[in-house]
């Protein structure tokens, strides 16, 4: 069955999944830092989605992965994924939480892969009670943890962020940290 698709104004035809067909699956895990990914969260968290797609009776294409922060626009992983949607090379991204994926712009990013006809499944749609004070805490935490991560590779001296003015303003804006 072929179904249509608009994207940015153009149409594009895309095969869709018959039903007797297993869905083809991609799976695509972040963790925050390289420490994590050495304790092994990353491999969990992956090998939690493989056994979601296992139950689901997915076909398994790729696994997709990132060590980096949920608000970099700029992961590999997540940009090959995406780019891999426009091809139509599967049908379903199962994510454990919806801050793996993104830490903002979900919406976004699933109304681009819903375009495509792919969609995202969220295993732990919510962490926090789904309320307005719910989201504000949830985006707040997440500005604070990527600015905590910004600070301490200042002081330890990364080498993307060597200047020692620019620690010292940072350190001025946000005190308390």
């Keep these: 069955m072929i179904q ?3 994207h940015l104004g153009v149409a594009f035809l895309r095969e869709k999944a018959k039903p007797h067909e297993k869905k083809k699956v991609v799976l695509y ?3 925050s830092g390289t420490r994590q990914k050495a304790s092994g969260d990353l491999n969990r968290q992956l090998a939690l989605l493989k056994g979601h797609a296992v139950r689901k ?6 696994a997709y992965s990132d060590v980096g922060s949920g608000l970099n626009d700029k992961r590999k992983g ?10 139509g090379k599967f049908d379903v991204v199962p994510v454990s939480y919806k801050d793996c994926l993104a830490r903002f712009g979900l919406l ?7 375009s495509w006809n792919v969609s995202l499944e969220l295993i732990h749609p919510h962490v926090v009670e789904d309320t307005p004070h719910g989201e504000l805490i ?9 600015f905590m991560g910004k600070l301490y590779r200042m002081r330890r001296g990364s080498p993307r ?17």
């Design 4 to 6: 249509e698709s608009t």
């Design 29 to 31: 895990g972040r963790v």
């Design 57 to 62: 009776g997915y076909h398994l294409y790729k």
């Design 78 to 87: 997540l940009l090959t994924l995406l780019r891999d949607a426009t091809a």
């Design 108 to 114: 976004l990013i699933e109304t681009f892969l819903n």
């Design 138 to 146: 949830t985006d707040l935490t997440a500005i604070l943890y990527s």
């Design 161 to 177: 962020k060597k200047n020692k003015k620019e620690i010292e303003n940072f350190v001025h804006i946000c005190p308390n940290l």
